[in-house]
C-alpha cells in the first residue's frame, strides 16, 4: 500500500473532542493544594538531602494540571539550574510509544497480533535457542525454537529476545557484544535495520512464549513499523504521534535549538558532588549529537514530563485528545489485558499488557499502587510514570541519574499523589 494512505488512514478525526492538558486550581478537580504541599516538600528535601541532583514532577487530574515543578540542577558542573520543561532522556518510556504505533496499525487491518515475526521481517524464520556456551572464546550451540517468535511476544517480553548490555545473561552479553547489538543508544552510523537482521540470527534465552525476559522485542517492533507502513520510523512516529497530540519536544534525537534544554545524566562523585556521567557503552549526549540515524523503538526517545503527560492522557480519555484519534476505545482495552497468563503468578500484583504492566486488585489492595487498572512503566535513568483511570489521575517523575542513588521520591511520589484526592 502507498505510504500516503497510512498519513490519511494511521490517525482520525474522532467525534469526540476532549480539551488539551492546561494548568488548572487543585480544589477545581478534588485535590488539596494543602496536601500537594507535602510532595513539594518531599521533593524539595530529596534535592537539598543531596539524594538527587534535580527532579520535574508533573501530577494532573480529570484532565487538569495541578503540579508542575522543577527542583535543583539540571547539570550541576555546569551550574544550570533546571527547568520544568527540560527535556530528558526516557529510555524504556519509548516502549509504550512504539507499542501504540504496533497498534495504530494494527487498527488498519495490516497483520494479526499472533502472527510470526519472520512474516515480515524474514531474517527471523527459524528461531534458536541457545544450548551450550563456551566462556574462553564465547562460542556456543543452539536448538530449534519450539514455535516461531509472534508479535505479540515481542511486545510482552516473551519472546526469548535478550537485551544485551542490560541484560541478566552473562553469556547472552557475551553473544549480543561480539555480533556488535547496539542496545538503544548509539552516536554511531547505524540504522535499525542493520541491528535487528543481526539481531534475528543470535539464540534466544528459552523458547518463545515460555518466560518474560525483558528485551530488544520493541527494537524489533520499531523496524516492524518500518517494513508494514512504508516509512522510516521516527517520521512514522512524528507525523501519526507527535505532531498529532502536540508532543513537539519528544523525539529521538533533538534539533540543535534545542540542545541547551537536555538534563546531564549525573552520578555521585567520590566526593559526594554531581558530576556528569562519563560514556560508557553509549554516549550519554546521544540525543544532541552523532549521526543520529538510529531510532531505538525500545529505548531511544528524549522527552519532556508535560509531552509524556499529553501521551498518557490520550489513554485516559479511550484514545482520543484534542479531536484526534489514534486509538479506539476497544483497543485499548485490549492493550491493558494480561496478555502473559500466569507468568507472573497465579495471583500477581500486576499483570503485563501490550504496552505497560498493570495494577491488579490485589496490587491496589497492597496500597501504594494506585488504582486496579493503573498502568505504568520506567525508564533507564531514573524516569517513571503511571495513569490511574478510576480516578483519571496522572504521575510523571523524572529525574536523569545513573550508579547508586539514595532515591525514594518515585515510591513515595506515588503514595503521595493518592493522599491528595479530596472529593
Not at 480539551?19 to 478537580?29: D, K, N, T, W
Not at 526516557?90 to 504496533?102: D, M
Not at 517492533?221 to 518500518?226: H, Q, T, V
Not at 479531536?323 to 491493558?336: F, Q, V
Request: net charge neutral; aromatic share 12%.
Amino acid at each position: 500500500m502507498a505510504i500516503g494512505s497510512y498519513a490519511l488512514q494511521a490517525q482520525t478525526k474522532s467525534i469526540k473532542k476532549s480539551p488539551v492538558l492546561i494548568e488548572a486550581a487543585p480544589e477545581s478537580v478534588g485535590v488539596s493544594a494543602e496536601r500537594l504541599a507535602r510532595i513539594d516538600l518531599m521533593c524539595a528535601d530529596a534535592v537539598k538531602n543531596g539524594d538527587l541532583p534535580g527532579i520535574v514532577s508533573l501530577i494532573s487530574r480529570n484532565g487538569k494540571i495541578v503540579q508542575w515543578k522543577a527542583y535543583g540542577m539540571a547539570d550541576n558542573q555546569a551550574g544550570r539550574k533546571l527547568k520544568r520543561d527540560d527535556i530528558f532522556r526516557i529510555a524504556s518510556q519509548s516502549k509504550a510509544i512504539t507499542a501504540t504505533a504496533v497498534m495504530m496499525l494494527w487498527e488498519e487491518g495490516k497483520f494479526q497480533l499472533d502472527d510470526p515475526i519472520s512474516k515480515y521481517i524474514p531474517e527471523f524464520k527459524n528461531p534458536q535457542v541457545l544450548k551450550s556456551f563456551k566462556y574462553e572464546d564465547s562460542t556456543y550451540t543452539t536448538e530449534p525454537a519450539k514455535t516461531e517468535i509472534t508479535i505479540r511476544q515481542l511486545l510482552t517480553h516473551t519472546s526469548g529476545i535478550g537485551y544485551g548490555m542490560i541484560d541478566n545473561n552473562e553469556q547472552i552479553r557475551m553473544i549480543y557484544g561480539k555480533a556488535g547489538i547496539t542496545d538503544a543508544f548509539t552516536t554511531k552510523n547505524f540504522t535499525i535495520a542493520d541491528n535487528e537482521k543481526k539481531l534475528a540470527k543470535l539464540p534466544l534465552h528459552h523458547n518463545p512464549g515460555e518466560k518474560f525476559t525483558y528485551s530488544e522485542g520493541l527494537d524489533v517492533m520499531g523496524y516492524f513499523i518500518e517494513v508494514v507502513s512504508g516509512m522510516p520510523f521516527d517520521v512514522f512516529l512524528k507525523t501519526h504521534i507527535f505532531d498529532p497530540l502536540g508532543m513537539h519536544d519528544t523525539r529521538f534525537y533533538q534539533p540543535e535549538e534545542k540542545a541547551s534544554r537536555l538534563v546531564a545524566i549525573q552520578q555521585k562523585g567520590l566526593n559526594g558532588q554531581w558530576e556528569k556521567y562519563p560514556s560508557t557503552f553509549y554516549d550519554t549526549d546521544y540525543p544532541i549529537k552523532g549521526a543520529k540515524t538510529f531510532f531505538s523503538g525500545g529505548g531511544g526517545l528524549s522527552s519532556t514530563v508535560k509531552d509524556y503527560a499529553t501521551f498518557l492522557q490520550m489513554y485516559l480519555n479511550g484514545g482520543e485528545y484534542n479531536g484526534i484519534r489514534l486509538l479506539s476505545r476497544t483497543t485499548i482495552e485490549i492493550i491493558m489485558g494480561n496478555q502473559i497468563g500466569t507468568i507472573w503468578g497465579e495471583d500477581p500484583e500486576k499483570v503485563y499488557g501490550l504496552a505497560f504492566s498493570v495494577v491488579t486488585r490485589k496490587g491496589e489492595e497492597k496500597g501504594g499502587m494506585s488504582s486496579e487498572g493503573t498502568f505504568e512503566w520506567s525508564g533507564y535513568f531514573n524516569t517513571q510514570y503511571y495513569a490511574d483511570p478510576k480516578e483519571k489521575v496522572i504521575g510523571i517523575l523524572f529525574k536523569q541519574t545513573q550508579g547508586p542513588v539514595n532515591d525514594e521520591t518515585s515510591w513515595k511520589f506515588r503514595q503521595m499523589v493518592g493522599q491528595s484526592i479530596d472529593d
